[in-house]
T-cell receptor, first 118, second 116 residues
Framework: GAVVSQHPSWVICKSGTSVKIECRSL??????MFWYRQFPKQSLMLMAT?????????EQGVEKDKFLINHASLTLSTLTVTSAHPEDSSFYIC??????????????FGPGTRLTVL | QKEVEQNSGPLSVPEGAIASLNCTYS??????FFWYRQYSGKSPELIMS????GDKEDGRFTAQLNKASQYVSLLIRDSQPSDSATYLC????????????????FGRGTSLIVHP
């Protein structure tokens, strides 16, 4: 099956610093990657959708200047949390859609990155 | 506003029983339907996808889709304690979003507990 990796798997940072999270599709090319955030015992919240080579589309209420997304290639998307604050502490999960199966739109999820801001 | 509704549960079933998880959706134009399993502290894992009316079986899992009634269900036969997790239903419309992608809508998930 399609494999998506994320790095790092967990990170602890000080308030005010920036954190970059990488999402890679390992064995397929991803036309679209999605970034989600999930707080404990809550549902997935879609933050943004990114297509390779174009600007990300952010969901309502998500600050694009705070959550910078770069989808530089068909296998790599990055999310940078700028000037992180304790309320940004969450589980960030990316997913990727397989370009090779255009007739379907299955998403494959990465393992997630747990961010703790002190 | 496209909505996907799931009973949050928890749904508790004994080991060996059939667990039945249900999901309804509001967008009649939806074309793709998925079930994901999410263990506590982990990311979602795809279990099944279904695109046409009827049943689709994969091992102990059966997905059922009824587009006329706008519901999709997941049956887990011979439930095991290791099946205890939150099950997410996801639905994708056939309409492209403004960014040029098909955006999935996730339900809030149903918590399943399989007790020995």
């Amino acid at each position: 099956g399609a494999v998506v990796s994320q790095h790092p798997s967990w990170v602890i940072c000080k308030s005010g610093t920036s954190v970059k999270i990488e999402c890679r599709s390992l064995d397929f090319q991803a036309t679209t990657m999605f970034w989600y955030r999930q707080f404990p015992k809550q549902s997935l919240m879609l933050m943004a959708t990114s297509n390779e080579g174009s600007k990300a589309t952010y969901e309502q209420g998500v600050e694009k200047d705070k959550f910078l997304i770069n989808h530089a290639s068909l296998t790599l998307s990055t999310l940078t949390v700028t000037s992180a604050h304790p309320e940004d502490s969450s589980f960030y999960i990316c997913s990727a859609r397989d370009r090779g199966h255009a007739s379907t739109d299955t998403q494959y999820f990465g393992p997630g990155t747990r961010l703790t801001v002190l | 506003q496209k909505e996907v509704e799931q009973n949050s549960g928890p749904l508790s079933v004994p080991e060996g029983a059939i667990a039945s998880l249900n999901c309804t959706y509001s967008d009649r134009g939806s074309q793709s339907f998925f079930w994901y399993r999410q263990y506590s502290g982990k990311s979602p894992e795809l279990i099944m996808s279904i695109y046409s009316n009827g049943d689709k079986e994969d091992g102990r899992f059966t997905a059922q889709l009824n587009k006329a009634s706008q519901y999709v269900s997941l049956l887990i036969r011979d439930s095991q304690p290791s099946d205890s997790a939150t099950y997410l239903c996801a639905v994708t419309s056939s309409v492209l979003a403004s960014g040029g992608s098909y955006i999935p809508t996730f339900g809030r998930g149903t918590s399943l507990i399989v007790h020995p």
